[in-house]
């Protein structure tokens, strides 16, 4: 058996493991520069749902358009934006998005 530098070196690619339980996600995702840990984490979710569940998980927030300015200058005030007391609602959602 190959070990990781010799397979390195030979141009093949290194088996990431028994804890990988989609190898061949895990290889895709390495390819696309994700790191070893969240190659491993997202391949292993996928291998234990549907792939299409995968991407689908997480909360969801209303749009900033939708929220009020005092909500806005609030959620600002918690991630630190400079000069939230003077802006505008579209300053703010702005800001945020940048931030």
Known sequence: MATKKTAKKAGKKADPGPSVKDKQLYEKLRDEGASKGKAARVANTAAGTSRTTVGKRGGSSPAYDDWSK???????????????????KQQLIKALRTS
């Open 70 to 88: 005092s909500d806005l200058y609030e959620r600002a005030k918690d991630v630190g934006v400079e000069g939230r007391s003077s802006m505008s």
